[in-house]
């Protein structure tokens, strides 16, 4: 049996050029959707990831037939599926099994999916989910650790989300989408992710409109049918590539991203003093001299993004000065800052706040506590002095595709090494 680690070895700059891959929270919803459609779908730029080899494991199991064409490209057809109860392995390891339950309720009518696992970081209810489902028809259960829905008939509906959930406003699109009649979300979610699923939808013959405002509006249509679709890049792999230039100094250029999606971590950067230069579809990351300490409020979007908060709150670890990092997203999403307190970084958490006086970090042993949080582990440890080694690494893998090899590239000294 071998331990897996990451060692890296902090201090050098990084230059070049990285690409950015699919997006992981688009491909971990898109694919899924894949199940409305009786045709075959073929999906291009799908990152090469655990969440996505585990949520194609589950359509597998649920009687999709799931082809690989080559590292990034993948052909769907779920024109017969033999069952719609998801595997409780699988269902119950990653977060975005939910997604199941509305896209199975949605073709078959019904739906038994284990309650949902994922990075933990404060509660996260699916109560918006269920109250989506049932305002168009569905009766919902949960019964010893399995959500059940079910329906005779799905029909149109106005659902008001509380929250603007991300989770939420996927899953009622997928489940309204073969409804009767026009369902509309009001404070729908406006991240770029769940504009590339209703544009997926719509590609596969189905009606969303408004997807990225306030309000989604979905006329049910009787059938789907396949085609081809190409994945956003990844908002959050760009930023934080993007972020590891800034803290470890040095020149890249991060190319396959969408600017837009970008400008909240840009003009935090700028603020920083990193130099940011905008292109078609990359951005250029100079960094030389020091950076100062910021404020930072994480929002939904067009907001910056709590899913790079941990990574920010490294970066500003080694900023001048002083910083404070105010999560609004999730309840308890600082659980890693013992582990940047390892590296020396000077850390205090008061409620929903971390306030951060920037220094010199030097490397240790640490352990990646979820995915965000051992991508900020990554940062720490290419701006720290001395070697920093990363423990339970399979935890970035859920998220980022060959880390390490990616970071190389651009000169990062960064190894996958195996512990007996
Ligand atoms: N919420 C509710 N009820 C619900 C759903 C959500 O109260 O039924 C609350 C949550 O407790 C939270 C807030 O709404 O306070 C936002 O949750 P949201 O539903 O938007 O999050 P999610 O869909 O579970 C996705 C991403 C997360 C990302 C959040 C916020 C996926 C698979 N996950 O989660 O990504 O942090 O949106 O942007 O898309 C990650 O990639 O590292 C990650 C954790």
Known sequence: MFLEKLEITGGNRLCGEISVCGAKNAAVAIIPAALLVEGVCRIENVPDIKDVQLILQMLTHLGAKVEKLDVNTIE???TSLKTHVAAYDMASRMRASYYLLGALLGRLGKAEVALPGGCN???????????????????????????????????????YLDTASVGATINIMLAAVLAKGRTVIENAAKEPHVVDVANFLNTMGANVRGAGTDIIR?????????????????????????????????????????????????????????????????????????????????????????????QM???LSTAEGESTITEDVWDNRFQYIGELQRLGADIRVEGRSAIING????????????????????????????????????????????????????????????EV
Request: some cysteine; overall charge neutral; glycine content about 12%.
């Open 76 to 78: 769907i057809d779920s």
């Open 121 to 159: 970081f404060g509660q996260r209810p699916i109560n918006l989910h269920e109250k989506g489902f049932r305002a168009i028809g569905a009766k919902v259960t949960t019964i010893r650790g399995q959500v059940i829905a079910t329906a005779e008939e799905l029909h149109g509906n106005s659902i």
């Open 313 to 315: 709150a490294a970066l």
């Open 218 to 310: 979905i006329n049910g249509v009787e059938k789907m049918h396949g085609g081809a679709y190409s994945i956003i890049p990844d908002q959050i792999e760009a930023g934080t590539f993007m972020l590891a230039a800034a803290a470890a100094g040095g020149d890249v250029l991060v190319k396959n991203v969408i600017p837009r999606h970008m400008e909240s971590i840009c003009s935090k950067l700028e603020e920083m003093g990193v130099e940011i230069t905008e292109y078609d579809d990359s951005i250029r990351v100079r960094r030389d001299g020091a950076i100062h300490g910021v404020r930072v409020k994480t929002r939904y979007y067009p907001g910056f993004p709590t899913d790079m908060q941990p």
């Open 359 to 418: 220094g010199r970090l030097y490397g240790a042993p640490v352990r990646a506590t979820d995915l965000r949080a051992g991508a900020a582990m990554i940062i720490a440890g290419l701006a720290a002095e001395g070697k920093t080694i990363i423990n339970d690494p399979h935890y970035i893998d859920r998220g980022y595709s060959n880390i390490e090899v990616r970071l190389r590239s651009i000169g990062a000294k960064i190894e996958r090494i195996y």
